[in-house]
């Protein structure tokens, strides 16, 4: 029975049994105690693939009536071995995460690689429609960040089992002879400890963090001007060894309105007006941002005069209530269509004899 051989217990051992070697034998071969090992890499293989089928009953109970050849009928062996990706392990039922794995066995690597910094800031530029300026918005910013490396959980370096340094056997010094001087040094490679140091986390290189993209979701308040920088407190780069959070710094262009024209938080808008509106006085349909509103021309308006609607303009981020839409007078000349319309236009200058220009 294949299987009980890789776990190195007999086929009566019970689940605490399987389990016990299971732990042993993974953190052994484990491929971040080993990095580069492509012999303990196959073991940790047969060991994750052996504890999958032995520490489910259902499976165990099939492997008991059927043997090796239920390995056989999956492929064989060899081809289960390839198809066990030790990360998906990591993920499965009965398997754990690196760290529960060796949680009860390692000490925390005393010293981290190196001290620990906060992450760098983060920009992107987001591009919004003018509405979003008037009502506010949601808008997702695709980023490619610095995560806390899970493996290390951003040490850099993997604790490693108990174990004398084996470079001075666990003396903390190494002797040597120059001429008839013998003497003693502090270990080089154990600093002096005497126990086997950390290594190298072998996922992220000793950097304790990994790049990793990632959606954020970003909210823009009502009121946003082009060119604003939202800050979404740290959400940037994740610190090394340890270190907070960079933030993320999302510069706002807000685009255009193609009859709105922004001043702070009022909105200018030219409104063409009728001559004989404007003579005789009327009341015309104002387009808001907040939808149409009503507004009185009172007779004898000018071109270029202006009229406030109070609060139709953007919402302040610093007052309380929105900004104004100023609406600017823009005159139309009737067409002279036809030739009485250019004879009631003859009419209107004979009895308008005033000097325009003199005003
Ligand atoms: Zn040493
Ligand atoms: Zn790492």
């Not at 490693?160 to 340094?165: G, I, N, T, Y």
């Not at 308040?221 to 407190?233: F, K, M, Q, R, Y």
Request: net charge neutral; proline share 6%; glycine share 12%.
């Amino acid at each position: 029975m294949e299987l009980y051989a890789i776990l190195g217990v007999t086929a009566d051992a019970t689940l605490p049994d399987v389990q016990r070697a299971y732990r042993r034998l993974a953190r052994r071969y484990h491929p971040n105690i080993n990095p580069g090992d492509q012999d303990a890499a196959a073991r940790f293989r047969a060991v994750a693939l052996a504890y999958e089928i032995l520490s489910d009953p259902k499976q165990r109970r099939e492997y008991d009536q059927k043997g090796d050849a239920m390995l056989a009928e999956a492929g064989g062996i060899t081809f289960a071995f390839e198809r066990f990706d030790f990360t998906a392990s990591a993920e499965g039922p009965a398997a754990s995460t690196f760290g529960e794995l060796f949680a009860d066995l390692f000490r925390p690597p005393r010293e981290r690689s190196g001290r620990a910094e906060r992450g760098a800031d983060l920009h992107a530029d987001i591009a919004v429609p003018f509405e979003t300026a008037a009502e506010g918005g949601r808008h997702s910013v695709t980023t490619t960040r610095h995560d806390v490396c899970d493996t290390c959980f951003g040490a850099g370096r993997m604790a490693v089992p108990e174990a004398v340094c084996p470079k001075c056997a666990g003396e903390g010094v190494v002797r040597g002879a120059r001429g008839h001087m013998v003497f003693s040094k502090t270990c080089p490679q154990c600093h002096g400890d005497g126990r086997r140091q950390a290594v190298g986390c072998s996922t992220c290189h000793g950097e304790g963090v990994v790049m990793r993209g990632q959606a954020i979701d970003v909210v823009v308040s009502p009121g946003v001007a082009d060119g604003d920088e939202i800050t979404l407190s740290g959400q940037g780069h994740a610190g090394r060894f340890g270190g907070p959070r960079g933030d993320l710094r999302v510069r706002v262009h807000v685009a255009p309105h193609h009859m709105f024209r922004r001043d702070g938080d009022d909105l200018l808008l030219e409104l063409p007006v009728g001559v004989h509106e404007a003579a005789l006085g009327a009341r015309v349909e104002v387009p808001t941002p907040y939808g149409a509103a009503t507004l009185r021309i009172p007779p004898g308006t000018q071109g270029g005069q202006q009229f406030r609607l109070r609060e139709r303009g953007l919402p302040s981020l610093r007052r309380g209530r929105r900004g104004d839409l100023v609406v600017q007078i823009r005159l139309v000349l009737p067409p002279l269509v036809d030739e009485r319309a250019r004879a009631l236009m003859r009419e209107l200058a004979s009895i308008w004899t005033e000097d325009v220009r003199k005003g």
